[in-house]
């Protein structure tokens, strides 16, 4: 009890109002700094299988020899087939599944999103295991076109002859299903809605044939075209939608058989070349962690995660001697681990960071550098309600001595005793204020409202008027804290108090949004929290109390406002990301594009972070800041 | 006339709202409807529906295990058109119901007694809100809003509290007596409010009248009230299900908690972990703790009878079994009318960041546990306790308000000074 009450007491000291912006400051650069520690080996650790029942590359793989000619011979019936139409195309691929005693189906979907119509047919054929019971089933994919719009050859035929050769073993304990999707998103994406029955019947044809459970799956991503190509590495893709990931047991078995059993080496994050250096190492996890964080389908796979089915693409990169066998063989092997699995992946991780095919950091290493950052927000917050609190007539400490003229108006004093002290104290530093609720809440919560505004534009906007609206929105979200500010004042005028709070739910509600997420998505969290991080030094600013010196920020308070509310105009999000865009040569419009797709098919909430998180975080700070001008 | 127009604008502005919720996102309902924050097993609307089609289908309700509400909920809904097609009439009588909540709210706070009543006048009764500001609380607050739209049947149990402590507010000690038998009925826990709300009954009845009736005789009239009411509406219901087995599935499931489905309560991850043989112990000892406060306070707070219902409502948002934010809802709506307590209150920024927060981080934890699969029942039962944390502190806080501003007018020359607890 004692301990409380000097705590208590303590937070009377005016000393502890100074604390407060140098410890969130201490938060970012330690959340910063935190992350930056993780590559070095004493932070990460090497991945190793944690299910033992995996066995990864234990076995002898037999997909060579004469199955390399089928292999050939399926690739150009892949090549007759590019021009034709999807319902053509799945014909043929169907019958030559069916060919193979395969029961095969095919799927029609038919999205609509930024008034563009994405609409194909998945084909797919189920392979019962012969020691199965229909319970559970592991997926091989390969999607027509891959992520980069070309035509997957190599890859569909790889799946065709694997299916041929699958067939014929005896040993399968799961039922394989063979998924050739119309393309890399919207096709997988609708063929896993509809097998756990969560499809809307109006735009994606329900399955007519189904196994159990899906226990895990892998997609094959290989353009060569009909005469081939040699690869140099396989490139692992593991991001699902909005940053969820597969069991890190997955990826270190693809690894593992991939590198240890078939001498292919590994790659992730389209790092073409990783030297094993900090600085390689580093670029990896950022990689991963921009990726994470925008939480776009990155491939076939990115559909299976939101549904707990961990899956993975295997992409060929560069040129070297490896050929389609070696990956039809790393493809079997590990699907004779998969085969293994007694119960759903559930080991390993689910939360990690990879910065190379064998290193990676765990959620308990990585999660406190975004938990600091927003805990930094949730710090000025208490500090500002804190603030607000505080009576404004308070006397600063050093301020009675500089001037003879201020003695004349001593404070109003209040004697204190306690415990056989005496003090003499002003009677403002023991007064609690009222603080007036209600324009501040409103304005927060109407602020975030405000965000549905952008959200349902950007989502339903056709194509064409993206570039225009995008343009719109950047113009006008740059003026519109201005306007407000002005009106706001014209209006009500809100005293330092009012604005004070304001800034402080603003901050409260942000600390609390990106703690939150860091625990669904900590790459989002951080970004977004290092995005948002100069808003916990932004104050009104307002002219000192009546008989104080002016210091110096109160005397040129609107010089600093304008500057101050012009660099945090470049922190707008809408700026921002224009900025990402250009900097990574990306257009503006395809990302929005993608942005509404995700909205519309993949259920990506990116978006939602952005524009009821982010943006009206920063609106709140931009009016706080710009409302120094007016007072 | 200036109020009835503002309280016909906030009614207005309160079904508008229900209704574009309702109409604009059709997936709404039945997505609350399945959060277990919201429904619980003894509240759920999807349950309802369940119980209905077996009554409907001439099937006795608690066959299948799925139904524990009360029996006269079901000719009540049978007389609306299938919520399945038709679900504009019973959203309808959802937002009635939250209108007449307000409605009730709202009398509450016209008749004053929060702040002044027969034996008590706080130094700081002119500090209050306007009632319609205190409706505007219960109707726009989101977790009532998030209620209304999931349809849980706590939103009856909820009015009709409320309708209880309006009438003994206004010393109509009959349809008190009948509402709070009716809301005891449909959740049992209500039936502690019973002293308190007497007492508080008995005072508004005492200061109307010139000469107060007699404490004993008023006690034992009402207590037959409370006994006879409630005999004949479980007596309705044996006529209407023709068997008595509905108090097994009803208040038997709320008193001995089978189902184990997780809520935003302390019990269920209690009993998940517990050893069979101490179940029937420590069932004793949780459903002790919960009463044991209604004594405790209507004895210690004589004085403020209205103070003591709203804290029990705390408690029970709490304590019992199967709360939901249903609950936390009621107590958070009551508590701006001791507007007098708030400049007493110490921690009213760190209880309301901590529910603001535990309400984030709850369906956060909740989905990582159930869909991701990648949390599990710790996280959510983490968040839980935070959860609970923060409303005790509300609790603890406005408790140690009231009992202050009964020493500021016992002592004023204390007022104003530290005081220490022993």
């Given at each position: 009890m004692a301990l409380l009450s000097t705590v208590l007491a303590l937070r009377r000291d005016p000393r502890i109002l100074k604390v407060p912006p140098y410890l969130s400051l201490l938060c970012i650069l330690g959340g910063i700094a935190w992350l930056l520690v993780l590559p070095l080996n004493e932070y990460s650790r090497s991945t190793y299988v944690s299910e033992n029942a995996l066995l990864p590359g234990q076995v002898h793989t037999y997909f060579t020899g004469s199955e390399h000619n089928i292999f050939r011979a399926y690739r150009h019936e892949v090549a007759s087939q590019v021009e034709k139409s999807p319902q053509e195309r799945n014909n043929h691929l169907g019958d030559i599944l069916r060919s193979n005693n395969l029961r095969v189906a095919t799927q029609n979907y038919e999205y609509h999103a930024s008034g563009r119509n994405i609409s194909n047919q998945n084909v797919y054929a189920v392979l019962q295991g012969p020691r199965a019971d229909a319970t559970e089933a592991i997926v091989l994919i390969a999607a027509w076109n891959n992520m980069a719009g070309e035509i997957n050859h190599s890859g569909v035929a790889l799946v065709l002859t694997l299916a041929r050769y699958f067939k014929r073993w005896s040993l399968w304990s799961k039922d394989i299903i063979f998924l050739i999707s119309g393309d890399s998103t919207s096709g997988p994406q609708a063929w896993v809605d509809a097998y756990h029955d969560s499809h809307s019947p109006d735009n994606v044809e329900s399955l007519s044939i189904k196994s159990g459970a899906l226990q895990g799956a892998v997609a094959v991503d290989y353009p060569a075209g009909p005469w081939g190509h040699r690869y140099d590495k396989l490139h692992i893709v593991y991001d699902g939608v909005n940053g969820q990931l597969p069991n890190l047991d997955l990826f270190n078995t693809a690894v593992n058989i991939a590198s240890g059993q078939m001498g292919i080496g590994c790659t992730l994050q389209r790092m073409w070349k990783h030297d094993d250096k900090y600085q390689d190492r580093l670029t990896t996890m950022l990689r991963g962690m921009i990726s994470q964080g925008l939480g776009h389908a990155s491939g076939p796979h990115s559909s299976f995660i939101p549904y707990h089915v961990d899956a993975i693409t295997l992409q060929t990169v560069g040129d070297g001697w490896h050929d389609e066998m070696s990956l039809g063989r790393t493809v079997e092997s590990l699907f004779r681990s998969l085969n293994n699995l007694l119960e759903h992946f559930h080991q390993s991780f689910f939360f990690y960071l990879l910065m190379q095919a064998n290193r990676f950091v765990s959620i308990g290493t990585y999660l406190p550098s975004a938990m600091v950052i927003a805990v930094n927000f949730s710090i000025t917050s208490i500090a500002l309600w804190v603030a607000s609190g505080r009576s404004t007539s308070m006397p600063k400490l050093a301020s009675p001595s500089k001037s003879p003229k201020d003695k004349k108006e001593n404070p109003p004093t209040t004697v204190v005793r306690r415990n056989g002290d005496i003090s003499i104290v002003p009677t403002a530093a023991i007064e609690i204020t009222e603080r007036p609720l209600f324009l501040p809440l409103a304005f927060v919560l109407s602020t975030h409202f405000l965000g549905l505004l952008p959200l349902y534009i950007f989502n339903n906007t056709p194509k064409p008027s993206l570039f225009l609206a995008y343009s719109l929105a950047m113009s006008m979200t740059s003026v519109l804290p201005f306007l407000t500010a002005a009106l706001l004042h014209i209006l009500r005028g809100p005293t330092e108090q009012e604005t004070t709070l304001i800034q402080c739910f603003s901050l409260l509600f942000l600390g609390m949004f990106l703690a939150a997420l860091a625990t669904l998505n900590f790459s989002l969290s951080f970004l977004v929290g290092i995005a948002a991080s100069p808003l916990s030094f932004v104050r009104g600013l307002y002219p000192a109390p009546k008989g104080e010196v002016e210091g110096f920020a109160t005397r040129n308070r609107g010089a600093i406002s304008v500057v101050g509310s012009l660099l945090l105009a470049a922190l707008n999000p809408v700026i921002v990301i224009k900025v990402a865009t250009l900097y990574w040569g990306i257009d503006v419009v395809d990302i929005l594009v993608k942005a509404a797709e995700g909205w519309h098919v993949?259920?990506?909430w990116t978006q939602v972070v952005v524009w009821l998180a982010w943006w009206p975080a920063w609106f709140a700070g931009s009016v706080v800041m710009w409302s120094g001008l007016f007072t | 006339m200036l109020i009835d127009r503002q309280k016909a604008l906030l009614f207005a502005a309160a079904a508008a709202v229900r209704l574009l919720l309702f109409t604009a996102f059709p997936s709404l309902p039945s997505l609350l409807a399945g959060r277990v924050e919201v429904s619980t097993p003894v509240t759920s609307f999807k349950r309802l529906q369940e119980g209905l089609f077996l009554y409907t289908h001439d099937v006795s309700p608690y066959d299948g295990g799925v139904y524990h509400q009360a029996p006269l909920l079901l000719p009540l809904f049978s007389l609306l058109p299938n919520t399945s097609y038709y679900p504009f009439a019973t959203n309808l009588v959802y937002i009635a119901v939250d209108l007449l909540g307000a409605n009730a709210l709202m009398q509450i706070a016209e008749s004053?007694?929060?702040?002044?009543?027969r034996l008590f006048k706080s130094s700081r009764n002119d500090l209050r809100w306007s009632s319609v500001a205190i409706g505007a609380g219960f109707l726009f607050n989101p977790f009532t809003v998030a209620t209304c739209i999931a349809r849980s049947t706590s939103a009856l149990a909820n009015l009709f509290i409320l309708m209880a402590m309006a009438k003994a507010s206004q010393g109509a000690s009959i349809t008190f007596v009948f509402a709070l038998s009716i809301a005891a009925y449909l959740s049992?826990?209500?039936?502690?409010l019973f002293p308190p709300l007497l007492i508080l009954c008995y005072d508004a009845r005492a200061t109307r009248s010139r000469q107060a009736p007699n404490a004993f005789t008023f006690t034992a009239i009402y207590a037959l009230g409370l006994v006879v009411s409630l005999g004949s509406l479980l007596y309705i219901s044996s006529v209407l299900t023709s068997s008595w087995e509905f108090l097994a599935s009803t208040y038997g499931v709320r008193l001995l908690l089978p189902d184990l489905t997780p809520?935003?309560?302390?019990?269920w991850y209690f009993f998940t972990e517990m050893f069979d043989s101490f179940r029937e112990f420590f069932l004793g000892v949780f459903w002790v703790h919960v009463a044991s406060y209604m004594p405790g306070l209507t004895i210690r707070l004589r004085k403020q009878p209205l103070f003591v219902a709203t804290t029990l409502t705390g408690i029970f948002a709490i304590f019992t079994p199967y709360p939901s934010i249903a609950d936390a809802a009621l107590y958070l709506s009551l508590v701006?009318?001791?507007?007098?307590l708030f400049p007493l209150m110490r921690y009213t920024f760190l209880a309301s960041s901590t529910i603001l927060y535990a309400s984030f981080l709850g369906p956060a934890f909740y989905y990582l546990w159930i869909y991701a699969g990648s949390g599990n029942a710790n996280f959510f039962y983490a968040i839980t306790l935070v959860w609970s944390l923060g409303l005790s502190v509300v609790v603890g806080d406005s408790l140690y308000a009231a009992l202050r501003d009964e020493l500021d007018v016992e002592r004023?020359?204390?007022?104003?000074k530290e005081v220490k607890r022993i």
């Amino acid at each position: 009890m004692a301990l409380l009450s000097t705590v208590l007491a303590l937070r009377r000291d005016p000393r502890i109002l100074k604390v407060p912006p140098y410890l969130s400051l201490l938060c970012i650069l330690g959340g910063i700094a935190w992350l930056l520690v993780l590559p070095l080996n004493e932070y990460s650790r090497s991945t190793y299988v944690s299910e033992n029942a995996l066995l990864p590359g234990q076995v002898h793989t037999y997909f060579t020899g004469s199955e390399h000619n089928i292999f050939r011979a399926y690739r150009h019936e892949v090549a007759s087939q590019v021009e034709k139409s999807p319902q053509e195309r799945n014909n043929h691929l169907g019958d030559i599944l069916r060919s193979n005693n395969l029961r095969v189906a095919t799927q029609n979907y038919e999205y609509h999103a930024s008034g563009r119509n994405i609409s194909n047919q998945n084909v797919y054929a189920v392979l019962q295991g012969p020691r199965a019971d229909a319970t559970e089933a592991i997926v091989l994919i390969a999607a027509w076109n891959n992520m980069a719009g070309e035509i997957n050859h190599s890859g569909v035929a790889l799946v065709l002859t694997l299916a041929r050769y699958f067939k014929r073993w005896s040993l399968w304990s799961k039922d394989i299903i063979f998924l050739i999707s119309g393309d890399s998103t919207s096709g997988p994406q609708a063929w896993v809605d509809a097998y756990h029955d969560s499809h809307s019947p109006d735009n994606v044809e329900s399955l007519s044939i189904k196994s159990g459970a899906l226990q895990g799956a892998v997609a094959v991503d290989y353009p060569a075209g009909p005469w081939g190509h040699r690869y140099d590495k396989l490139h692992i893709v593991y991001d699902g939608v909005n940053g969820q990931l597969p069991n890190l047991d997955l990826f270190n078995t693809a690894v593992n058989i991939a590198s240890g059993q078939m001498g292919i080496g590994c790659t992730l994050q389209r790092m073409w070349k990783h030297d094993d250096k900090y600085q390689d190492r580093l670029t990896t996890m950022l990689r991963g962690m921009i990726s994470q964080g925008l939480g776009h389908a990155s491939g076939p796979h990115s559909s299976f995660i939101p549904y707990h089915v961990d899956a993975i693409t295997l992409q060929t990169v560069g040129d070297g001697w490896h050929d389609e066998m070696s990956l039809g063989r790393t493809v079997e092997s590990l699907f004779r681990s998969l085969n293994n699995l007694l119960e759903h992946f559930h080991q390993s991780f689910f939360f990690y960071l990879l910065m190379q095919a064998n290193r990676f950091v765990s959620i308990g290493t990585y999660l406190p550098s975004a938990m600091v950052i927003a805990v930094n927000f949730s710090i000025t917050s208490i500090a500002l309600w804190v603030a607000s609190g505080r009576s404004t007539s308070m006397p600063k400490l050093a301020s009675p001595s500089k001037s003879p003229k201020d003695k004349k108006e001593n404070p109003p004093t209040t004697v204190v005793r306690r415990n056989g002290d005496i003090s003499i104290v002003p009677t403002a530093a023991i007064e609690i204020t009222e603080r007036p609720l209600f324009l501040p809440l409103a304005f927060v919560l109407s602020t975030h409202f405000l965000g549905l505004l952008p959200l349902y534009i950007f989502n339903n906007t056709p194509k064409p008027s993206l570039f225009l609206a995008y343009s719109l929105a950047m113009s006008m979200t740059s003026v519109l804290p201005f306007l407000t500010a002005a009106l706001l004042h014209i209006l009500r005028g809100p005293t330092e108090q009012e604005t004070t709070l304001i800034q402080c739910f603003s901050l409260l509600f942000l600390g609390m949004f990106l703690a939150a997420l860091a625990t669904l998505n900590f790459s989002l969290s951080f970004l977004v929290g290092i995005a948002a991080s100069p808003l916990s030094f932004v104050r009104g600013l307002y002219p000192a109390p009546k008989g104080e010196v002016e210091g110096f920020a109160t005397r040129n308070r609107g010089a600093i406002s304008v500057v101050g509310s012009l660099l945090l105009a470049a922190l707008n999000p809408v700026i921002v990301i224009k900025v990402a865009t250009l900097y990574w040569g990306i257009d503006v419009v395809d990302i929005l594009v993608k942005a509404a797709e995700g909205w519309h098919v993949w259920g990506l909430w990116t978006q939602v972070v952005v524009w009821l998180a982010w943006w009206p975080a920063w609106f709140a700070g931009s009016v706080v800041m710009w409302s120094g001008l007016f007072t | 006339m200036l109020i009835d127009r503002q309280k016909a604008l906030l009614f207005a502005a309160a079904a508008a709202v229900r209704l574009l919720l309702f109409t604009a996102f059709p997936s709404l309902p039945s997505l609350l409807a399945g959060r277990v924050e919201v429904s619980t097993p003894v509240t759920s609307f999807k349950r309802l529906q369940e119980g209905l089609f077996l009554y409907t289908h001439d099937v006795s309700p608690y066959d299948g295990g799925v139904y524990h509400q009360a029996p006269l909920l079901l000719p009540l809904f049978s007389l609306l058109p299938n919520t399945s097609y038709y679900p504009f009439a019973t959203n309808l009588v959802y937002i009635a119901v939250d209108l007449l909540g307000a409605n009730a709210l709202m009398q509450i706070a016209e008749s004053g007694q929060s702040a002044t009543t027969r034996l008590f006048k706080s130094s700081r009764n002119d500090l209050r809100w306007s009632s319609v500001a205190i409706g505007a609380g219960f109707l726009f607050n989101p977790f009532t809003v998030a209620t209304c739209i999931a349809r849980s049947t706590s939103a009856l149990a909820n009015l009709f509290i409320l309708m209880a402590m309006a009438k003994a507010s206004q010393g109509a000690s009959i349809t008190f007596v009948f509402a709070l038998s009716i809301a005891a009925y449909l959740s049992m826990h209500p039936l502690l409010l019973f002293p308190p709300l007497l007492i508080l009954c008995y005072d508004a009845r005492a200061t109307r009248s010139r000469q107060a009736p007699n404490a004993f005789t008023f006690t034992a009239i009402y207590a037959l009230g409370l006994v006879v009411s409630l005999g004949s509406l479980l007596y309705i219901s044996s006529v209407l299900t023709s068997s008595w087995e509905f108090l097994a599935s009803t208040y038997g499931v709320r008193l001995l908690l089978p189902d184990l489905t997780p809520n935003v309560g302390l019990w269920w991850y209690f009993f998940t972990e517990m050893f069979d043989s101490f179940r029937e112990f420590f069932l004793g000892v949780f459903w002790v703790h919960v009463a044991s406060y209604m004594p405790g306070l209507t004895i210690r707070l004589r004085k403020q009878p209205l103070f003591v219902a709203t804290t029990l409502t705390g408690i029970f948002a709490i304590f019992t079994p199967y709360p939901s934010i249903a609950d936390a809802a009621l107590y958070l709506s009551l508590v701006p009318l001791f507007r007098h307590l708030f400049p007493l209150m110490r921690y009213t920024f760190l209880a309301s960041s901590t529910i603001l927060y535990a309400s984030f981080l709850g369906p956060a934890f909740y989905y990582l546990w159930i869909y991701a699969g990648s949390g599990n029942a710790n996280f959510f039962y983490a968040i839980t306790l935070v959860w609970s944390l923060g409303l005790s502190v509300v609790v603890g806080d406005s408790l140690y308000a009231a009992l202050r501003d009964e020493l500021d007018v016992e002592r004023p020359e204390l007022r104003g000074k530290e005081v220490k607890r022993i």
